[in-house]
């Protein structure tokens, strides 16, 4: 399993633009970048994955440094209901449906 | 499409006793996998079934324990429970693109 390293806390503003980012620079060749996010008191959602390009979804955008051992989260105009924890986790999945939980970003988003 | 539920929602046992908690994926999710979430742990993995067979295995006590029917229904047993049990259960389902996109809600066990 590949380690990560986030920031343990992250703080912005309302609808401004958030950028979370992630070290994992033991990830294998095979390993997706996925990002999960936990808001209070609900289990792990799931926000976005990819592998080489940057991918862009309703939620948010992953841009994914050319080597591959970095990563970040992009929420473009951020709001109260971001505020939570979280994730990076690169994995592919083979053989079994396992995620690797290290201890994330908390992110404040302030009114 | 209804979401992965679990039951119960909340449980209170006491020190010895053993639990058993319930996990129906989203329907056509073969793979349900099972997390503990502690304050001081985080999220951690327990084990997960494919098909009705356990695929992967973290690592915990034998005391905790799984299963899966063939509706791809599953459950996760601890025996003789001990105070560090508390936590909060999670489990997940995935389908055939195999990543993790469906959490339930969980299940939040507290031993006194």
């Known amino acids: 399993d590949a380690k990560t390293t986030q920031p343990n806390s992250m703080e912005s503003n309302e609808e401004e633009p958030v950028h979370l980012p992630c070290n994992h620079s033991t990830i294998s060749g095979t390993d997706y970048i996925h990002w999960y996010r936990q808001l209070p008191s609900q289990g792990p959602e799931y926000v976005i994955h990819g592998l080489t390009s940057n991918v862009n979804n309703r939620m948010a955008s992953l841009a994914i440094a050319e080597d591959r051992k970095s990563s970040t989260l992009i929420l473009h105009r951020a709001t109260l209901r971001d505020a939570a924890v979280y994730y990076c986790i690169p994995t592919n999945f083979q053989g079994a449906q396992k995620l690797v939980f290290g201890q994330g970003t908390r992110l404040t988003i302030n009114p | 499409k209804a979401g992965v539920t679990q039951t119960p929602r909340y449980l209170i046992k006491t020190r010895g006793q053993q639990v058993t908690l319930s996990c129906s994926p989203i329907s056509g999710h073969r793979s349900v996998s099972w997390y503990q979430q502690t304050p001081g742990q985080g999220l951690q993995f327990l084990f997960e079934?494919?098909?009705?067979?356990?695929?992967n295995k973290g690592n915990f006590p034998g005391r905790f324990s799984g299963r899966q029917f063939s509706n791809s229904r599953s459950e996760m047993n601890v025996s003789t429970l001990e105070l560090g049990d508390s936590a909060l259960y999670l489990c997940a389902s995935s389908g055939t693109s195999g990543i993790i996109k469906y959490f339930g809600p969980g299940t939040r066990l507290t031993v006194t």
């Open positions: 079934y494919f098909s009705e067979t356990q695929r």
